[in-house]
């Protein structure tokens, strides 16, 4: 794609964010009328009462936390693919999600009279205990894969470990839940689901100022990020230094996979599937139009996905990554058979 061409692309990109907000904050259980959404968003209130507090209280803040999440996990899934020069890395390929879910097992599941004090108090505390736990679980794996970045140089080694935590914190889970009453499994299971409609307006204001000063720094690492598509040889022989550039990768990724996660849930499909959509529309593998690129249609890709998962015309919910999985398996499925008819690699 050209640059002229790409500049269409933009406002086009755009101009669907909108569009998808304005729609997806109107169907519903409730079908509100597009008129009392531009109302409210300009300041103003809904004409009926009732619509504006689905507005303010369930709308606009799904809305806002799917395009958070959304940007976080695709501006985190480019990295891992980057990093990994693997089409099919996903954010959570680190074992961030798999550190979120043993924090947030160990609370809900260990977190009754039988378990340790400080858990007790921390499930206490409810759903911030959840995102707490989430949090400290994402972040204690984080800093071992941090610690290992120092010694193993070689990505792929890397990605191994990573995989292995997420064994070894699977396993721990499901020792867990084994002991655990089933109510407390339920409650782990439905956490597991994911979901957008969770967060409260200050959750969001905690969330947004990371995931944006986050993305902002991956930004700045444009350089790195297009010489190792080519390769870590030829990365160094550009005069990049691995090491800082893999951990400063690892850290924003990670960073950005484990805020979504402590609100959200592991959410998956978006990370993986984002990456490849920006490719396909903007026909470019240069970072510095790719990042902003993908911050954008992940936000409105996740948008789409929370209100599908909310059932238009019905009072219930679909398990969010149901739906993710619906909508992604089959842009995987088709990046996976243009590779094979390409005779590359995908």
């Not at 109302?39 to 799917?66: E, Q």
């Not at 074992?95 to 977190?111: C, I, K, M, Q, T």
């Not at 936000?299 to 919910?317: K, R, T």
């Amino acid at each position: 794609m050209t640059t002229r061409s790409r500049g269409w692309a933009w406002p086009a990109l755009i101009v669907v964010a909108v569009v998808s907000a304005l729609v997806t904050a109107s169907i519903g259980a409730v079908v509100l009328p597009v008129s009392d959404v531009v109302h409210v968003l300009t300041g103003g209130h809904a004409a009926d009462p009732g619509h504006d507090a689905i507005l303010r209280l369930v709308r606009l803040p799904r809305i806002a936390t799917s395009a958070i999440a959304g940007a976080a996990l695709g501006v985190a899934g480019l990295q891992m693919q980057t990093l990994f020069r693997n089409a099919l890395a996903d954010p959570y390929i680190l074992g961030a999600n798999s550190g979120a879910s043993l924090g947030v097992a160990v609370v809900a599941l260990a977190g009754g009279a039988g378990g340790p004090a400080f858990v007790g108090v921390v499930a206490g505390w409810g759903r911030l205990g959840i995102v707490l736990a989430a949090a400290a679980g994402a972040a204690a794996v984080l800093g071992i894969i941090l610690l290992m970045a120092v010694w193993v140089r070689n990505a792929v080694t890397l990605l191994l470990i990573g995989v292995m935590l997420g064994s070894v914190t699977g396993a721990l889970v499901a020792v867990l839940i084994v002991y655990a009453d089933p109510t407390s499994v339920q409650k782990y299971m439905i956490w597991g689901l994911g979901t957008f409609s969770s967060t409260s307006w200050s959750d969001i204001r905690l969330a947004a100022p990371v995931v944006a000063v986050t993305i902002l720094i991956v930004f700045f690492t444009v350089r790195p990020l297009n010489a190792l598509l080519l390769g870590e040889g030829y990365a160094r022989s550009m005069g990049v230094d691995l090491r800082i550039a893999r951990t400063v990768t690892l850290l924003t990724a990670a960073l950005l996979t484990g805020v979504v996660t402590a609100f959200c849930g592991p959410v998956g499909f978006l990370g993986l599937v984002i990456p490849h959509v920006v490719r396909g529309l903007l026909r470019t593998s240069n970072h510095r139009v790719l990042i902003p690129g993908c911050a954008l249609a992940g936000a409105v890709l996740a948008v789409w996905c929370g209100a599908l998962a909310d059932l238009p015309g019905e009072n219930m919910s679909l398990p969010l990554n149901a739906v993710t999985a619906i909508v992604g398996a089959p842009i995987v499925i088709a990046v996976l058979l243009r590779g094979r008819n390409r005779g590359g690699v995908v």
